[in-house]
């Protein structure tokens, strides 16, 4: 079973910074790819970046390239988001995801098998 618990989430300016942790049961960074999804009310949770568990290759959605930098330290079993430029269209609650396959549709909630339980962001003048 694995235990994904996030952190770092808050009020914040619009402009401003937060840096987001997922911490991971040991070892699920060896063998999982690891997601950022966000959640905004009365929307469908979308995929904000994942990183490769092979060759730690990332990727972002357009709308945060640029700003947001997901970043992962194996020694931890942690993965982070660092969000700057924060703009009021990233207010949601952002979640880390685990998926143990590592082909297929890396880009979809419903592909991954592990979800932590939440983190909000809000940002607000």
């Known amino acids: 079973q694995v235990q994904l618990v996030e952190s770092g989430g808050g009020l914040v300016q619009p402009g401003g910074s937060l840096r987001l942790s997922c911490v991971a049961s040991?070892?699920?960074?060896?063998?999982?790819?690891m997601g950022w999804f966000r959640q905004a009310p009365g929307k469908e949770r979308e995929l904000v970046s994942r990183v490769r568990r092979l060759n730690g290759l990332t990727y972002y959605i357009d709308s945060v390239k640029g700003r947001f930098t997901m970043t992962r330290d194996m020694t931890k079993d942690t993965v982070y988001l660092q969000m700057d430029n924060l703009k009021s269209e990233d207010t949601a609650a952002y979640y880390c995801?685990?998926?143990?396959?590592?082909?297929?549709?890396?880009?979809?909630?419903?592909?991954?098998?592990?979800w932590g339980q939440g983190t909000q962001v809000t940002v607000s003048s």
């Open positions: 995801a685990a998926r143990l396959a590592d082909y297929g549709d890396m880009d979809r909630a419903r592909g991954y098998d592990y």
């Open positions: 040991a070892g699920t960074l060896t063998h999982y790819n």
